[in-house]
């Protein structure tokens, strides 16, 4: 098992750039089980989601040829031959749930196993079966599987009782084959769901996918026997606005001037607003054909803030632990109010260990500020918290030993080659 040793304090400088967005990535990919066609997934990171997602394919009977010379990705699903996804390939990865609509329906029945994942509370998929439900499908669970079927998917008009991006994405795939048109109300807006709606228009021409961005997604389907297949579809994800998130945040946390590139700054405007309420120097580049976001140093210290989570366009769940290590060396007593997940504070008592002043109170974590952080060695307990004690562990004094970084791997490509060139004294060594 690795771990990585962070020398601190940090001070940054250079380029980063940023890799293809995992959420999507994960989803376009399940989104190839929809046609027969070869399809080129363009930049694909190498992290290990991605290449469990992969396995899952080959397993199902896809052809995936990684292209010389590249990490363009060439994925054949002509001879998909099975449709279970087994509890061995998908115990670690909540993506795999996304077989689910694609296979029901090109084929008419799926059979997955409950998704594993990060331990950050209780995301149950009864959102996506109720979906899939509407839509025609007979759904039973039995022995840890969901199984999928049916003859025939119908349009109907769905509206979630909370808006989840994976339920968003299985109900708009399986939506693609179904008989006339199929509203999804109160759907998610991520930008990872108009990637994906996106792509599904580019693999079928005659799709058409209304309220791009917005909460009401219309679905045009299409006939799944006679509707023309796009051949040799290229398609370049969007950039990983988690990712961003998280370089943005080291480079604050740091006071670095740090340049970052291969994303949409929009993607991160809750992010980016909250940072410079806090006091951060940053130069926005909106520019379509080389957008980029600039942190300049600051002369006034950071200042407290606070925070509430919310599904897009609001501050990301995911960045919030990332933002609480920020947070450390403000001025004053900030808050974070966590609103999506129950169990997503899991990273405080590891950054307690580092020097950090934070009490819990019910979903709300008071953090004062500034702490003078040590290095120690912490454990990662999920993605998003392993993230944010590399952020810590930046302006930490003396060396950090972060140990599981397993959880990092699955998300983060190449963190310690990108922080390295930008001026980190950091290691990856076996534990």
């Keep these: 098992m690795d771990k990585l040793v962070i020398d601190g304090p940090s001070s940054l400088s250079g380029v980063v750039e940023i890799s293809r967005a995992k959420n999507s990535v994960l989803k376009l990919l399940a989104a190839c089980l929809m046609t027969s066609e070869s399809v080129i997934i363009e930049a694909m990171p190498e992290l290990q989601d991605v290449k469990t997602m992969l396995k899952l394919l080959k397993h199902l009977g896809a052809e995936v040829t990684t292209l010389p010379g590249t990490q363009n990705v060439k994925i054949n699903c002509e001879k998909i031959n099975q449709w279970k996804a087994h509890y061995e390939l998908v115990k670690t990865m909540r993506a795999s749930i996304l077989v689910l609509g694609p296979l029901l329906g090109r084929f ?12 950050i509370g209780a995301r149950p ?30 349009g109907a008009t769905i509206v979630l009782p909370f808006p989840s991006v994976g339920a968003t994405e299985n109900i708009m795939m399986a939506a693609v084959f179904a008989k006339g048109k199929t509203v999804i109300e109160n759907a998610a807006k991520e930008p990872e769901i108009s990637d994906l709606g996106n792509f599904l228009m580019k693999l079928f021409p005659e799709l058409v996918i209304e309220g791009d961005g917005t909460s009401t997604l219309t679905i045009h389907g299409v006939d799944r026997k006679t509707t023309k297949v796009a051949q040799n579809v290229t398609y370049l994800p969007i950039g990983d606005r988690i990712e961003a998130a998280t370089y943005l945040m080291a480079a604050v946390t740091t006071n670095s001037e740090v340049t970052l590139t291969g994303f949409y700054p929009k993607h991160i405007s809750a992010v980016t607003h909250v940072l410079e309420e806090m006091g951060a120097n940053l130069e926005i580049i909106n520019d379509k054909d080389h957008p980029k976001i600039k942190t300049k140093k600051y002369l006034k210290p950071l200042k407290a803030v606070h925070v509430d989570t919310a599904p897009y366009p609001g501050f990301p769940t995911d960045a919030q632990a990332q933002l609480m290590a920020v947070m450390l060396s403000a001025t004053g007593t900030s808050v974070v109010t966590e609103h999506i997940f129950e169990n997503r504070f899991m990273h405080v008592p590891e950054l307690e260990r580092m020097g950090a002043k934070i009490t819990l109170k019910g979903n709300a974590a008071v953090i004062e500020g500034p702490c003078q952080l040590k290095g120690a060695p912490v454990m990662c307990t999920d993605l998003r918290a392993s993230a944010a004690l590399v952020v810590a562990a930046l302006n930490a004094e003396g060396k950090t030993d972060i140990q599981r970084v397993y959880h990092l791997d699955r998300g983060y490509e190449n963190l310690e080659e990108k922080l390295s060139q930008l001026g980190c004294v950091i290691k990856r060594e076996r534990a």
């Design 125 to 154: 998929i009864d959102i996506h079966l109720k979906g899939l439900e509407k839509l025609g499908a007979k759904i039973t669970l039995e022995a840890g599987y969901v199984r999928a079927e049916a003859s025939e998917l119908v």
């Design 108 to 119: 008419g029945q799926a059979e997955v196993s409950l998704p594993g994942g990060c331990a």
